[in-house]
């Protein structure tokens, strides 16, 4: 599958990036691109700035594949303190994402 790449730029972006990230991704997927892969590399100082930038390219995707790649451990943490996490990570294909169960018998002991 080929990724078309954006990158959020550093240290951190601010909201007008956001918009044209935003903008340039809705641009990418109208142009036909299969997938897109966001590089977060490049963000040194994350802020709240930063988690609002990825979670609204990720309501931009709509479900389409959209990859966060190079995170680095401060914005990592930064994105579990505010429970998004899951932004970097996407469950494997017919996984379910963690802590969700698939279903119960009537046998099942409680949990």
């Known amino acids: 599958m080929e990724e078309t790449r954006l990158v959020l730029p550093g240290p951190g972006p601010t909201p007008r ?8 991704l809705t641009r990418l997927y109208a142009a036909g691109a299969p997938a897109v892969e966001c590089d977060v590399g490049a963000v040194t100082a994350p802020t709240l700035a930063a988690v609002e930038a990825l979670a609204r390219l990720r309501i931009t995707a709509a479900g389409r594949p959209l990859r966060v ?8 943490a930064l994105l579990h303190l505010v429970g998004l996490i899951e932004l970097l990570e996407e469950p494997e294909e017919r996984e379910p994402p963690g802590g969700v169960q698939e279903g119960v018998e009537p046998d099942d002991l409680p949990v």
Request: aromatic content about 0%.
């Open 69 to 76: 790649t190079g995170a680095a451990p401060p914005l990592r």
């Open 17 to 24: 990036d956001t918009a044209l990230l935003c903008d340039r």
